[in-house]
């Protein structure tokens, strides 16, 4: 079956520096990639997502990047700010959007 | 996303009650999902629904089923409530944009204690 995990559950940054969080996937048919964000107390929040037939795609201080050789994705951060700390999960889905597998979460630690 | 709510928020029940968690949308969108979130875990696919007379089991439909009263709502049962269904669960919608992606939209979610 399917699996979505990260490498790290926590990571810790410098405000202003940049973030890499980093996700693994197994099923190379999955043609749609999603990261979301998870601020304490509420529920996920959609910040950028990818098609397979991409290699990256950028958006307001968020690029993602899809690898799809190695089956890895990452979500990255310029400048992180304070209000970036949060959990945030890759997910993943096939071409019919049929169903999403989530990651587990990185939890992103802004230090001011 | 105030589109999305969920009521309760927070509920506490005993072992073998019968609860209803609900899920209320004013995006208009035609599919709703159910998912339980497990600390350490990503998010599980419950249920989900692409139209009123569209229901489909998830990862872990045992012991949950669902109603779709209407486009706007979609209805989690617990028919009798264990303590490793305690969980935070999450209601969704979504869309499908023109360029054939979908981004999926998620209440505050409940908080669900089962004693």
């Known amino acids: 079956g399917e699996s979505v995990g990260l490498h790290l559950p926590t990571l810790s940054v410098q405000e202003g520096d940049n973030s890499i969080i980093n996700c693994a996937y197994s099923n190379s048919a999955s043609d749609y990639f999603i990261w979301y964000k998870q601020e304490s107390g509420k529920g996920p929040q959609f910040i950028i997502d990818?098609?397979?037939?991409?290699d990256k795609r950028q958006g307001q201080r968020v690029t993602v990047l899809l690898n799809k050789t190695v089956k890895h994705l990452s979500l990255q951060i310029a400048a992180t700010q304070p209000g970036d700390s949060a959990v945030y999960f890759c997910?993943?889905?096939?071409?019919?959007?049929?169903?999403?597998?989530f990651g587990s979460g990185t939890k992103l630690n802004v230090k001011p | 996303d105030a589109d999305v709510t969920q009521t309760p928020r927070n509920r506490i029940t005993k072992t073998g009650k019968r609860i209803m968690l609900e899920c209320s949308q004013t995006k208009g969108h035609d599919r709703m999902y159910w998912y339980r979130q497990d600390p350490g875990l990503g998010l599980r696919l419950i249920y989900y629904s692409f139209d009123v007379k569209d229901i489909n089991k998830g990862e872990i439909s045992d012991g949950y089923s669902v109603s779709r009263q209407a486009q706007a709502k979609f209805s989690l049962s617990l028919e009798s409530a264990i303590p490793n269904q305690t969980a935070l669960y999450f209601c969704a919608t979504s869309d499908l944009r023109g360029e054939g992606q979908e981004t999926q939209y998620f209440g505050p979610g409940t908080r669900l204690l089962v004693l």
């Open positions: 997910a993943e889905s096939d071409f019919n959007f049929n169903k999403f597998y």
């Open positions: 990818i098609r397979s037939n991409m």
